[in-house]
């Protein structure tokens, strides 16, 4: 496949999996619990066999984004990728509500308090473990790279495309019911190092962002809110 790595969107409830496609192909997310099904359909729609997924690529760990992971592992085969500071989360099952930065989110996170014992995520081991450092996707036949944004959490990192195309997971969120419009989470464990980390996206080229929760947008939101 030649050209602009194709980018496919599997919504798996409140959060959002994507599948880019170019020589090789990377997922990025595994869902809330209870989403291989869903992710697995999603490939149908697009033609696609769970064993071309060579990598599944966590953002951070947070149990929406990791729920479904040792499924989408055992499904795929591919190896997973996850920054070391939040890795404990899918290995030892953590489960982590991140602080809410409004009134809004302190009463989800409240909400959230409620239900977070029932919550089950099926531990499995983290294949690569990510630093500080970038690393390429080269070897998965994918066109971009993998590079630490810390601010939603002190593991989240974003994976951005030589195309400019840019998936930050929860570094930026979009749409009801969590925000009115794109912008900054509304959960997170430091907005400053958040603004940080669209800043080295920013400056590294990203141009279109695909945030895990709701519709891509523009960058120069982003750059605006700076």
Request: hydrophobic fraction near 40%; charged fraction near 20%.
């Amino acid at each position: 496949m030649n050209g602009k790595p194709e980018i496919h969107t599997l919504a798996l409830g409140i959060c959002n999996a994507y599948v880019i496609r170019a020589q090789g192909s990377v997922a990025i997310e595994g869902g809330a619990p209870g989403k291989a099904a869903v992710f697995r359909k999603g490939l149908e729609r697009i033609g696609m066999d769970p064993g071309e997924i060579g990598l599944l690529i966590l953002t951070h760990g947070h149990w929406d984004h990791i729920g479904s992971a040792h499924d989408l592992q055992a499904m795929t085969g591919a190896p997973i990728a996850m920054h070391e500071a939040d890795k404990a989360c899918l290995e030892q099952a953590v489960i982590r509500i991140p602080p809410g930065t409004s009134a809004w989110s302190r009463f989800l996170v409240r909400l959230m308090g409620g239900f977070e014992s029932r919550i089950r995520i099926e531990p499995c081991r983290v294949d690569l473990v990510l630093g500080d450092d970038e690393m390429s996707l080269a070897d998965f036949g994918v066109p971009g790279t993998v590079l630490h944004t810390p601010g939603h959490s002190q593991g989240s990192v974003s994976v951005l495309l030589d195309s400019g195309d840019c998936f930050v997971g929860d570094l930026a969120m979009n749409g009801l019911p969590l925000r009115i419009g794109p912008g900054p989470p509304i959960f997170a464990e430091d907005l400053n190092r958040v603004r940080q980390s669209w800043k080295s996206l920013l400056d590294r080229g990203a141009k279109t962002i695909y945030p895990a929760h709701g519709k891509s947008f523009s960058a120069d939101i982003l750059r605006k809110q700076l």
